[in-house]
């Protein structure tokens, strides 16, 4: 089983700062992995696939990065809708047994 | 443009069994997967597995492989999931998600859209 480890656990940032979060994976996924944005009472939605492609609507501030063990998302510029929590989540395990990371909080300071 | 709609909240008891269905609509339902994902109160989302119809194939988590079930009735669009021996520890709101695609490629293991959710709560 792949287990993704997410970091940090919460992120505390202002509108308008640049904000990095990190998932790194147990074993090596390619560029099979993926980042949610969950808001409190919603599903998830899908904001990037494949390690760097942004889903549809996704605005251009979100950009994901790495491949193999070691992924990064960037947000250049919080706004405040932004503010969540993200998951990432392998694809890479065939037959498939996919996982999510524990999530990384982002907050308002 | 593909919706899903899931059941409502359930109230089950310890030992006992429950299904949520999962409806969607917008698309070809032979041309769906659908995922299942649960999230316990305040914790992080957890992956029980996939059903895809077209090929006929279901894969689960090892650790729910002896309690669920996967079920699809294309008359109804509709894709279920069976949990059967409840305990506390399901309590959670399960989700159903299908697999994202682009306006020229779908992607098997990504999932968007997803349903709304479903509250199971399991309690004597």
């Known amino acids: 089983e792949i287990v993704l480890t997410q970091s940090p656990a919460t992120l505390s940032l202002s509108p308008g700062e640049r904000a990095t979060l990190s998932c790194r994976a147990s074993?090596?996924?390619?560029?099979?992995l993926a980042w949610y944005q969950q808001k409190p009472g919603q599903a998830p939605r899908l904001f990037i696939y494949?390690?760097?492609n942004r889903a549809t609507g996704i605005p251009a501030r979100f950009i994901g990065s790495g491949s193999g063990t070691d992924f990064t998302l960037t947000i250049s510029s919080l706004e405040p809708e932004d503010f969540a929590i993200y998951y990432c989540?392998?694809?890479?395990?065939?037959?498939?047994?996919?996982?999510f990371g524990q999530g990384t909080k982002l907050e308002i300071k | 443009q593909v919706q899903l709609v899931q059941s409502g909240a359930e109230v089950q008891k310890p030992g006992s069994s429950v299904r949520v269905s999962c409806k969607a609509s917008?698309?070809?339902?032979?041309?769906?997967?659908f995922t299942w994902v649960r999230q316990a109160p305040g914790q992080g989302l957890e992956w029980m597995g996939e059903?895809?119809?077209?090929?006929?194939?279901?894969h689960y988590a090892p650790k729910f492989q002896d309690r669920v079930a996967f079920t699809t009735d294309e008359s109804t669009s509709t894709a279920y999931m069976e949990l059967t021996s409840l305990r506390s520890e399901d309590t959670a709101v399960y989700f159903c998600?299908?697999?994202?695609?682009?306006?020229?490629?779908?992607?098997?293991?990504?999932?968007?859209?997803w349903g709304q959710g479903t509250l199971v709560t399991v309690s004597s």
């Open positions: 998600a299908t697999r994202y695609c682009t306006t020229t490629n779908c992607y098997l293991g990504y999932f968007d859209p």
């Open positions: 917008g698309s070809t339902f032979s041309s769906y997967s």
């Open positions: 494949d390690a760097s």
């Open positions: 989540q392998q694809r890479g395990d065939w037959p498939p047994m996919y996982s």
């Open positions: 074993q090596n996924v390619g560029s099979y």
């Open positions: 059903i895809i119809p077209i090929f006929g194939t279901t």
